[in-house]
Protein backbone atom coordinates (compact mmCIF):
# COMPACT_ATOMS: atom_id res chain seq x y z
CA UNK A 1 0.00 0.00 0.00
CA UNK A 2 1.39 3.87 -1.10
CA UNK A 3 0.92 6.12 1.60
CA UNK A 4 0.87 9.56 1.11
CA UNK A 5 0.73 12.72 3.55
CA UNK A 6 -0.90 15.87 1.72
CA UNK A 7 -1.82 19.64 2.93
CA UNK A 8 -2.51 23.04 1.40
CA UNK A 9 -1.42 26.54 2.44
CA UNK A 10 -2.76 29.91 1.66
CA UNK A 11 -1.36 33.10 2.77
CA UNK A 12 -4.56 34.46 3.13
CA UNK A 13 -4.98 38.07 2.43
CA UNK A 14 -8.15 39.41 4.31
CA UNK A 15 -12.14 38.37 2.91
CA UNK A 16 -13.25 41.15 0.47
CA UNK A 17 -16.45 43.11 1.40
CA UNK A 18 -19.22 42.18 -1.39
CA UNK A 19 -21.38 44.21 -2.53
CA UNK A 20 -24.44 43.98 -0.36
CA UNK A 21 -21.68 44.64 2.78
CA UNK A 22 -21.44 41.19 3.65
CA UNK A 23 -18.21 39.39 4.26
CA UNK A 24 -16.80 36.77 1.23
CA UNK A 25 -18.85 32.96 2.12
CA UNK A 26 -16.66 30.67 4.26
CA UNK A 27 -13.33 30.05 3.01
CA UNK A 28 -11.99 33.43 3.75
CA UNK A 29 -10.22 35.92 1.06
CA UNK A 30 -7.88 34.86 -1.23
CA UNK A 31 -4.40 34.89 -1.12
CA UNK A 32 -1.48 32.63 -2.82
CA UNK A 33 -1.77 29.59 -2.73
CA UNK A 34 0.45 26.08 -2.22
CA UNK A 35 -0.02 22.35 -1.85
CA UNK A 36 2.39 19.73 -1.13
CA UNK A 37 2.27 15.70 -1.07
CA UNK A 38 4.84 13.35 0.97
CA UNK A 39 4.96 9.58 0.11
CA UNK A 40 6.01 8.21 3.24
CA UNK A 41 8.23 5.80 1.22
CA UNK A 42 10.40 8.82 -0.40
CA UNK A 43 9.64 11.01 -3.23
CA UNK A 44 7.10 14.54 -2.70
CA UNK A 45 5.76 17.08 -4.96
CA UNK A 46 4.51 20.54 -4.46
CA UNK A 47 3.21 23.20 -6.15
CA UNK A 48 1.09 26.83 -6.08
CA UNK A 49 -0.53 29.35 -7.63
CA UNK A 50 -0.91 33.40 -6.96
CA UNK A 51 -4.31 33.49 -6.14
CA UNK A 52 -7.10 30.67 -4.27
CA UNK A 53 -8.22 29.79 -0.88
CA UNK A 54 -7.13 27.01 1.66
CA UNK A 55 -9.94 25.01 0.32
CA UNK A 56 -8.61 25.36 -3.09
CA UNK A 57 -5.07 24.36 -2.29
CA UNK A 58 -5.80 21.38 -0.31
CA UNK A 59 -8.20 19.91 -3.01
CA UNK A 60 -4.75 20.46 -5.37
CA UNK A 61 -2.96 18.37 -2.86
CA UNK A 62 -5.39 15.89 -3.01
CA UNK A 63 -5.15 15.55 -7.03
CA UNK A 64 -1.86 16.09 -7.35
CA UNK A 65 -0.90 12.78 -5.11
CA UNK A 66 -3.62 11.09 -6.91
CA UNK A 67 -1.79 12.27 -10.03
CA UNK A 68 1.95 11.28 -8.96
CA UNK A 69 0.57 7.62 -8.10
CA UNK A 70 -1.09 5.57 -10.92
CA UNK A 71 -1.52 2.50 -10.62
CA UNK A 72 -3.10 -1.17 -9.38
CA UNK A 73 -1.94 -0.99 -5.96
CA UNK A 74 -3.98 0.93 -2.91
CA UNK A 75 -3.28 4.68 -2.46
CA UNK A 76 -3.55 5.79 1.11
CA UNK A 77 -4.21 9.73 1.63
CA UNK A 78 -3.89 11.04 4.99
CA UNK A 79 -5.05 14.69 5.37
CA UNK A 80 -6.11 17.05 7.98
CA UNK A 81 -8.71 18.65 5.30
CA UNK A 82 -11.79 17.05 6.61
CA UNK A 83 -13.28 19.17 3.83
CA UNK A 84 -11.10 17.95 1.22
CA UNK A 85 -11.61 14.13 1.88
CA UNK A 86 -15.40 14.27 2.26
CA UNK A 87 -15.64 16.07 -1.18
CA UNK A 88 -13.56 13.32 -2.66
CA UNK A 89 -15.01 10.08 -0.87
CA UNK A 90 -18.12 11.65 0.82
CA UNK A 91 -20.25 14.21 -1.09
CA UNK A 92 -18.71 13.40 -4.86
CA UNK A 93 -21.49 10.38 -5.47
CA UNK A 94 -24.62 13.27 -4.45
CA UNK A 95 -23.06 16.31 -5.95
CA UNK A 96 -22.83 14.21 -9.57
CA UNK A 97 -26.12 12.81 -8.60
CA UNK A 98 -27.93 16.29 -8.62
CA UNK A 99 -25.93 17.82 -11.28
CA UNK A 100 -22.90 19.11 -9.10
CA UNK A 101 -25.60 21.19 -6.93
CA UNK A 102 -25.60 21.17 -3.46
CA UNK A 103 -29.19 20.22 -1.18
CA UNK A 104 -30.17 23.85 -1.64
CA UNK A 105 -29.81 24.15 -4.90
CA UNK A 106 -26.52 26.10 -5.26
CA UNK A 107 -23.68 24.99 -7.54
CA UNK A 108 -21.00 23.48 -5.61
CA UNK A 109 -17.79 25.10 -5.01
CA UNK A 110 -14.51 24.23 -6.25
CA UNK A 111 -16.24 21.79 -8.96
CA UNK A 112 -14.19 21.72 -11.53
CA UNK A 113 -11.66 20.36 -9.03
CA UNK A 114 -13.68 18.27 -7.37
CA UNK A 115 -14.88 17.00 -11.05
CA UNK A 116 -11.21 16.00 -12.02
CA UNK A 117 -10.32 14.39 -9.09
CA UNK A 118 -13.16 12.18 -8.99
CA UNK A 119 -12.38 11.22 -13.06
CA UNK A 120 -8.88 10.93 -11.91
CA UNK A 121 -10.01 8.56 -8.93
CA UNK A 122 -12.56 6.31 -11.16
CA UNK A 123 -9.75 6.09 -13.73
CA UNK A 124 -7.71 4.72 -11.35
CA UNK A 125 -6.66 0.71 -11.94
CA UNK A 126 -6.04 0.48 -7.95
CA UNK A 127 -8.46 1.38 -5.08
CA UNK A 128 -7.67 5.37 -3.25
CA UNK A 129 -8.62 5.79 0.40
CA UNK A 130 -8.51 8.89 2.81
CA UNK A 131 -7.77 9.05 6.42
CA UNK A 132 -7.93 12.27 8.51
CA UNK A 133 -5.02 13.32 10.71
CA UNK A 134 -4.56 15.83 13.09
CA UNK A 135 -2.86 18.72 11.68
CA UNK A 136 -0.14 20.78 13.74
CA UNK A 137 0.57 17.52 16.50
CA UNK A 138 3.93 16.51 15.34
CA UNK A 139 2.89 14.01 12.39
CA UNK A 140 5.93 13.75 10.52
CA UNK A 141 4.76 13.30 6.99
CA UNK A 142 1.83 16.05 7.95
CA UNK A 143 4.49 18.35 9.03
CA UNK A 144 6.46 17.31 6.13
CA UNK A 145 3.71 18.51 3.64
CA UNK A 146 2.70 21.44 5.40
CA UNK A 147 6.15 23.33 5.27
CA UNK A 148 6.37 22.23 1.65
CA UNK A 149 2.96 23.45 0.83
CA UNK A 150 4.00 26.92 2.64
CA UNK A 151 7.23 27.16 0.53
CA UNK A 152 5.24 26.48 -2.12
CA UNK A 153 2.74 29.36 -1.34
CA UNK A 154 5.54 31.74 -0.79
CA UNK A 155 7.38 30.94 -3.87
CA UNK A 156 4.17 31.78 -5.98
CA UNK A 157 3.61 35.21 -3.95
CA UNK A 158 6.53 36.55 -5.64
CA UNK A 159 7.36 34.90 -8.75
CA UNK A 160 5.15 32.99 -11.06
CA UNK A 161 5.62 30.98 -14.56
CA UNK A 162 5.13 33.15 -17.26
CA UNK A 163 4.90 30.46 -19.28
CA UNK A 164 1.86 29.06 -17.99
CA UNK A 165 -1.69 31.39 -18.34
CA UNK A 166 -3.08 30.18 -15.22
CA UNK A 167 -0.22 31.73 -12.56
CA UNK A 168 -0.07 28.14 -11.59
CA UNK A 169 3.77 27.10 -11.15
CA UNK A 170 5.49 23.62 -10.12
CA UNK A 171 7.34 24.28 -6.85
CA UNK A 172 10.32 22.34 -5.60
CA UNK A 173 8.98 18.89 -7.00
CA UNK A 174 11.03 16.60 -5.79
CA UNK A 175 10.22 13.41 -7.63
CA UNK A 176 13.47 11.73 -6.63
CA UNK A 177 13.58 12.94 -3.39
CA UNK A 178 13.64 10.76 -0.20
CA UNK A 179 12.83 11.50 3.22
CA UNK A 180 14.42 10.12 5.96
CA UNK A 181 12.19 9.80 9.07
CA UNK A 182 11.47 7.76 11.89
CA UNK A 183 7.86 6.40 11.79
CA UNK A 184 5.69 8.72 12.82
CA UNK A 185 4.50 9.11 16.69
CA UNK A 186 0.59 7.34 17.66
CA UNK A 187 -1.68 9.55 17.03
CA UNK A 188 -5.38 10.31 17.06
CA UNK A 189 -6.52 8.98 13.19
CA UNK A 190 -9.68 8.15 11.56
CA UNK A 191 -10.52 6.41 8.19
CA UNK A 192 -12.74 7.21 5.97
CA UNK A 193 -13.88 5.48 3.06
Known amino acids: MIIVSTDGSCLRKPAAPRVDGAEEAAGGGHGPIGWAWVNHAGPSGSGGAASGTNQIAELRAVLAAVEAHPGEEPLLIESDSVYAIKCASEWVSTWRRNGWRTASGSAVRNAELIRSLDQLIS ?31 RASSTALDPDSGSGDRAVGAQAAAVIPAPPPPAQEALTLF
Not at 140 to 150: C, I, P, V
Request: no cysteine; charged share 25%; net charge positive.
Open 123 to 153: ARPGPVRFRWVRGHVGNYFNEKADALAGEAA
